[in-house]
């Protein structure tokens, strides 16, 4: 049942209640995306359904899709429409990331302000189609950014927010928008579609005739791209200038998050981060994604019985938020971190504890970290669960003392029992 | 075919597009090809080449040989790059209505390797939708930009450095298998007929859909013959009928001129006398010799009956 003050709400022309990928294909067009090039995969395909409803449909004029054999050939042919001058849009997941990787490196090396939605699955094998953010996480060194989402509204936003972050001049870089596999991609929620003047008031104008600053094609002006160059040539110095835009681009979503709450009235944080009751907090734990959302509960529920506990609700992996992060673990004396992704490997075996350990590295008076996974594959991690390991930070916080269960330094919450 | 003089008339044919000073090998059958091919298309071009001699040919970052827009791009990625120069076209078109934008002509140029092996699939999916490109594939019959090594297109015996004792499989017929595609346009050229291939690119370039245009390039060093030869290796794989010059359109086949006559088999040339021209056929045995004459007179068969048809079928 509808409770009565909501219904106006729902009512509303401009909300609809939607999946999380129908948002994300409404974003695409209130961004008035040029060209899309899409491959189907779950649990991605119902972007690509609606997204061609909507061109096919007559809702988006001026707008190709092409409907392409492979994900390798969704990002090619992305890289030569926006090469050409386009604003572009896809989406994938899983293994149709794997499959365009080759094409992930080359996005950002022609520095080309590409979106693109993840609706987030674990890699085979075994096959598993279900929230785990490893395959976004796994893109980590390309020069993409990459943005976590927590509700059916922050995929609409945070996609409005990529295209001005990604085509602002010093960042000139693309963008994945990641969000929990079927939690968010098919299960439905009322959002907001902004009013379609506002959101081109607030998004920079398409490119003009002559394309982006740095490429364009153009038989009057012929550029080449992508000549072999030395070891003595540019090339490092370009590598290093891709990394400079990445850091740099801290300030752009600060400054768009800040913007986009002015114009829209939603807050994410300062952008990076969003923190959530951290104030007093003993202890915190770092989330991602729809995970955060729901920690907000055991958050309540834990502070509730008295104790001072807090999250933060990290919304970046790349840039990586190093100077938030500092702060945040000053403030606490504990601070878990749960990845639902592996690093296998890696310190901790989750990346972004991983992340978290190296941004601190060096820095004094700084929170105990401590490392946790769950939910890896879709594995159901529920309100208890997560109370739960509030409290085992709190263990810590008042014992000092680490759990026993753990596998090299980190916590896997939630295993099966095995005999 | 086109004439010399019909040529030398058209002002964008007797510019150089291509321009030289650029780092191929003597004698390369690559510069032939693209530099007839953009005698007919002429500037307003989009062009991805996939990794192939192309990318380094063109010269080292920051000089460059193309005069018109030219893109190095990753190996498997030729034909949906040029589908995404399309759609940005038709989106600019629709844009910046009456400023040429729907006139552009994208295309990929690649190699047999970036074709014929690793290419094949985004090739197949730009022709099964019909994309309106024009997909080029030089052929040089190996991995040469790598090294000689065999490729999906290296002909039967040939010495690669990865079949030292010749390849014992035969060329893939990839013109055959973009014909089962039905687009609206195939064709195979050789550099020892420019103005076959002129002919050819500037009717491709009139035709909305998928175009696709095999050239023969030979490789001096790749095939093992000097470098003043290359013209002539060329067209004596069109003589010994190994590589057989014709178009089809809209499913239509015909054969073009210098392929014609050699329906009669008496005016081929023995095959020996083309493989003994090039040091990649060197020490082939005589069954090997026999099998490879075999194939290409069982090629000719069959098309010569699938020409009776279609004369039959057309009346």
């Known amino acids: 049942m509808i409770k009565p003050e909501l219904k106006d709400f729902l009512q509303s022309e401009e909300i609809k209640i939607i999946k999380g990928n129908v948002a994300a294909a409404y974003a695409a067009k209130s961004a008035r995306v040029q060209v899309i090039s899409a491959y189907p995969i779950t649990p991605q395909t119902t972007v690509v359904e609606k997204l061609s409803e909507f061109v096919d449909g007559g809702l988006m004029p001026g707008t190709q899709y092409i409907k392409v054999e492979s994900e390798h050939s969704v990002l090619a042919s992305l890289v030569g429409s926006s090469m050409a001058g386009t604003r572009t849009f896809t989406a994938t997941s899983g293994q149709g990331l794997f499959y365009m990787y080759e094409m992930v490196h080359w996005t950002a090396g022609v520095r080309l302000p590409i979106v693109m939605a993840i609706a987030s699955r674990g890699p085979a094998p075994p096959w598993n189609i279900w929230a785990d953010f490893t395959d976004v996480i796994s893109c980590r060194d390309t020069g993409w950014m990459s943005a976590f989402t927590a509700t059916h509204q922050e995929i609409y936003d945070e996609i409005l927010m990529s295209y001005k972050v990604c085509e602002d001049y010093d960042v000139l870089l693309p963008k994945f928008v990641a969000y929990g596999g079927f939690i968010l991609s098919h299960t439905s929620k009322p959002v907001i579609l902004e009013d379609q003047d506002k959101v081109d008031n607030f998004l920079p104008p398409l490119p003009d005739e002559k394309g982006w600053p740095h490429i364009w094609i153009d038989p009057k002006r012929p550029l080449m791209h992508g000549n072999l160059i030395m070891p003595s040539g540019f090339y490092s110095e370009f590598r290093m200038k891709i990394h400079d835009a990445l850091i740099r681009s801290k300030s752009k979503i600060k400054a768009v998050a800040k913007e986009f709450e002015k114009t829209f009235g939603r807050s994410y944080g300062n952008g990076l981060i969003q923190e959530y009751r951290m104030d007093g907090a003993d202890v915190a734990m770092l989330n991602y994604g729809d995970l955060a959302l729901q920690m907000e509960e055991a958050i309540d529920a834990v502070r509730e019985e008295g104790y001072k506990v807090g999250m933060v609700k990290l919304r970046h992996f790349r840039p990586f938020p190093v100077e938030d992060i500092i702060e945040v673990a000053k403030k606490v004396k504990v601070l878990g971190v749960m990845d639902r992704a592996t690093a296998f490997g890696s310190p901790t075996g989750g990346p972004v504890s991983s992340e978290v350990k190296t941004a601190l590295h060096g820095t004094k008076g700084t929170a105990l970290i401590f490392p946790m996974i769950n939910g890896i594959g879709g594995r159901e991690v529920t309100v208890e669960q997560q109370k739960e390991q509030l409290k085992i930070l709190i263990k810590i916080n008042e014992t000092g003392e680490l759990p026993e269960d753990l596998l090299h330094g980190t916590l896997w919450h939630g295993k099966l029992e095995v005999d | ?315």
């Open chain 2, 1 to 315: 075919m086109a004439s010399l003089k019909k040529v030398m008339e058209d002002e964008i044919a007797c510019k150089e597009w291509f321009l030289p000073g650029n780092a191929c090998c003597a004698g390369c059958g690559l510069e032939v090809a693209l530099r007839w091919t953009m005698k007919a298309l002429g500037p307003d071009i989009a062009m991805v080449t996939p990794a192939s001699c192309l990318n380094v040919v063109i010269g080292l970052w920051p000089k460059t040989a193309p005069d018109f827009p030219q893109f190095n791009m990753a190996f498997a990625a030729g034909a949906a790059v040029a589908t995404g120069f399309e759609a940005a076209f038709k989106a600019k078109a629709h844009k910046f209505p009456g400023k040429g934008w729907d006139k552009m002509i994208s295309i990929c140029f690649a190699g047999d390797g970036g074709t014929t092996d690793i290419g094949i699939q985004g090739l197949s999916g730009a022709a099964e939708r019909n994309s309106n490109i024009i997909y080029v594939c030089y052929d040089n019959e190996a991995y040469m930009n790598t090294g000689i090594q065999r490729s999906s297109s290296t002909p039967h015996g040939a010495i690669t450095t990865t079949t030292p004792f010749g390849k014992e499989r035969y060329k893939k017929n990839l013109p055959a298998i973009m014909r089962a595609h039905d687009i609206p346009y195939v064709a195979t050229c050789s550099i020892s007929e420019p103005l076959d291939i002129y002919e050819k690119f500037k009717k491709a370039k009139s035709i909305n859909g998928t175009k696709y245009i095999h050239i023969l390039a030979p490789c001096a060093p790749g095939w093992g013959f000097p470098s003043e030869d290359t013209i002539e290796i060329a067209r004596m794989a069109v003589k010994a009928g190994s590589w057989i010059l014709y178009e089809v359109e809209n499913g239509v086949l015909t054969l073009s001129k210098k392929s014609k006559p050699l329906l009669d088999p008496s005016k081929r040339i023995p095959i020996i006398e083309y493989v003994s021209t090039q040091k990649r056929f060197a020490g082939i045995s005589e069954k090997t010799l026999i099998e490879i004459q075999e194939q290409i007179d069982n090629d000719w068969e069959k098309l010569s009956t699938e020409l009776k048809c279609q004369d039959e079928y057309s009346k």
